[in-house]
């Protein structure tokens, strides 16, 4: 596939036209107030990225106070986030950038100090694996699930109400609704759990509800998506089967999958005798139904152009949008020399980059981030994030 084709517009089967293949990936900034509520950092954010890609994704907004992950995350659990939700929505669609908002549920990706004294909650009442001191949950019952599934339906009405073309379920990362399909999470032996169909009642009740709503609420076309994590690394955990599988099951009723990996030319990490790139495999289980979306250090059009050759429809980007915010509009104007490959920190204001997720972007993704090797630099940007060295990290 060439650059001028991976720019032209694409159409989902709803009906809904995005200018281009280009997908900005869900990324948290960890800037929301305490609260889960928009600020006006976040809105500068995304605005210094709308207008170039196809779609944009929000970083992850729970859909229930108990189902928050971590501190500064966007909430879209009660209409009083409405008015903020709606100022992002308007601040992605410059310049014909559609808006989707990302909703979970993080389950046991949590704990009592982000809950302010609430025990997370999951399928059973086991911690998981990592980080090492996960604390371990409290069981679900069914009036409890019940609720969530009709929180994932509130959300979705709050965001068709907010302006946002779209949601994507989350259910990926070990949230609660990869923890719903998980031998390793869910030990349940009720109609919640159990066999691997059993296991699936979960996500499917979530995918059947947002529906609905979309149907009641919707005026136009409003996609649906789902992200998934192709393998778990425990044992016992959701093996490439296992997704492929629940692919299967669910995508006729969504509008495009999602796939969260680091890296788009990754295969099974579970199977050593499998080859075959994860992307090429979950494509030959949406094509010709829905649309995939490939991800993992995608950085260049030649990467773009790899990963759709290897059968994504469309293609997130993450961390070279947070380097270089007009990376499309320069490459569609064949001004490739002046992408930005490295970020210092006099960069940051010019890159609309919050003070606390330049904290996060140091503590959790400084190796990868591709940060200027000047050594004036790395001692200036150190300088300049030490008195947040005490922000509390996401899980």
């Keep these: 596939m060439t650059e001028k084709t991976f720019l032209s517009p694409f159409k989902f089967n709803n009906g809904l036209v995005i200018k281009n293949h280009i997908v900005m990936s869900p990324m948290t900034t960890m800037t929301s107030f305490y609260n889960g509520m928009v600020t006006t950092d976040e809105l500068n954010y995304y605005a210094a990225r709308a207008g170039g890609p196809g779609m944009m994704l929000t970083g992850v907004a729970n859909v229930s106070d108990n189902g928050k992950g971590f501190e500064g995350e966007l909430s879209v659990a009660h209409d009083e986030m409405l008015a903020g939700l709606a100022k992002l929505a308007k601040a992605i669609h410059k310049d014909g950038t559609k808006a989707i908002l990302q909703i979970f549920h993080a389950g046991r990706k949590s704990n009592s100090a982000i809950l302010r004294g609430e025990k997370p909650v999951s399928a059973s009442a086991i911690a998981a694996s990592y980080p090492a001191n996960s604390e371990t949950p409290r069981s679900l019952s069914n009036q409890e699930i019940l609720k969530i599934i009709t929180d994932f339906g509130e959300a979705t009405r709050r965001a068709i109400q907010a302006g946002f073309d779209g949601v994507e379920l989350h259910g990926a990362n070990t949230y609660l609704l990869q923890q719903f399909f998980s031998e390793n999470s869910n030990q349940r032996t009720d109609t919640w759990g159990g066999s691997r169909e059993k296991r699936l009642n979960f996500p499917l009740a979530v995918i059947k509800t947002v529906n609905e709503v979309v149907n009641k609420y919707a005026n136009g076309p409003f996609l649906v998506g789902y992200r998934i994590s192709p393998e778990e690394i425990e044992t016992p955990g959701i093996q490439l089967e296992d997704s492929l ?75 070279e949008f947070i380097r270089e915010p007009q990376w499309v509009q320069k490459v569609a104007s064949n001004d490739l020399n002046s992408i930005r490959t490295q970020i210092s920190p006099s960069d940051m204001e010019e890159l609309a980059i919050p003070p606390v997720m330049q904290t996060y972007l140091k503590e959790s993704f400084y190796s990868v981030m591709h940060f200027t090797d000047d050594p004036e630099i790395h001692q200036s940007y150190q300088n300049t994030l030490a008195p947040m060295e005490g922000f509390e990290k996401k899980i």
């Design 245 to 319: 599988f629940f692919v299967d099951k669910i995508k006729k009723k969504i509008d495009y999958l999602h796939l969260s990996m680091g890296d788009y030319k990754r295969v099974s990490l579970n199977n050593p005798h499998n080859k075959k790139t994860l992307i090429s495999q979950f494509a030959q289980h949406t094509y010709g139904v829905i649309p995939l979306i490939g991800i993992g250090s995608i950085e260049t059009p030649k990467d773009v152009n790899a990963a759709m050759a290897d059968g994504a429809d469309l293609v997130a980007i993450g961390r």
